[in-house]
């Protein structure tokens, strides 16, 4: 089932903060973040596995809270390179197929 | 360089016409998949492959074909497209498992009249 991304889209200015939610119904494994730029191909950030954990580089850290089938991506400070369609995935097992939301559109304004 | 490539970039074709996107990998990884990426759909998967000769439908496999004879080869077949065909499609790659980093390839836009 796919997880469900929110917000779908939000615009900010330069140097404030974000934050995008995935939630799913079923227990999960794990969550993947990845942000696409208009005409390319998606781009890895990070995974989180089941076990709570948070993580993060840069300005950009995400947590993961297993028992409510949720994870945050949190966005500090955005620069104007932040923009584009963030996905999450979720993963319900080890070797399972990974399930896109329909993605966040992030649009920053200098 | 380690990259994932796709071919051709663009695809125009007529309904029924079969086609074949090729996909492939330097990096060594056993895990490859594709998507297809639809407006307002996000990333919809089509088939993956753990790895050489073992493939799997994903959510959307109706209407494709994929074979895994190689390593780094992971062809997507139309056998007899349609118009619903018609979109971005993406191959993806990784070590092992869904479990880790996904390297996309640069996708492939497919039209289908």
């Known amino acids: 089932q796919q997880p469900v991304q929110s917000p779908q889209a939000v615009i900010l200015r330069e140097g404030e903060d974000a934050v995008i939610n995935c939630s799913s119904s079923?227990?999960?494994?794990?969550v993947h973040w990845y942000r696409q730029k208009h005409g390319e191909a998606p781009v890895f950030l990070m995974i989180l596995l089941k076990g709570g954990e948070q993580k993060g580089h840069d300005k950009i850290s995400a947590s993961f809270n297993e028992k409510k089938q949720q994870s945050s991506l949190y966005l500090t400070a955005s620069q104007l390179s932040y923009s584009g369609t963030y996905f999450c995935?979720?993963?319900?097992?080890?070797?399972?197929?990974?399930?896109f939301g329909k993605g966040t559109r992030l649009h920053i304004l200098p | 360089e380690a990259q994932v490539t796709q071919n051709p970039r663009y695809l125009i074709t007529v309904t029924g016409k079969k086609l074949t996107v090729t996909c492939s990998q330097n990096m060594n990884h056993e895990y490859m998949s594709w998507y297809r990426q639809d407006p307002g759909l996000g990333l919809r998967q089509i088939y993956y492959?753990?790895?050489?000769?073992?493939?799997d439908k994903g959510d959307v496999p109706e209407g494709y074909k994929v074979s895994r004879k190689e390593k780094r080869n992971f062809p997507l077949i139309l056998e007899s497209p349609s118009p619903n065909q018609t979109s971005l499609y993406f191959c993806?790659?990784?070590?092992?498992?869904?479990?880790?980093?996904?390297?996309f390839g640069p996708g492939t836009r497919l039209t289908v009249t």
């Open positions: 993806a790659s990784s070590l092992s498992t869904s479990s880790y980093e996904q390297y």
């Open positions: 995935g979720t993963e319900r097992d080890r070797d399972d197929k990974i399930i």
């Open positions: 492959s753990m790895n050489v000769e073992v493939t």
């Open positions: 079923k227990a999960l494994y794990s």
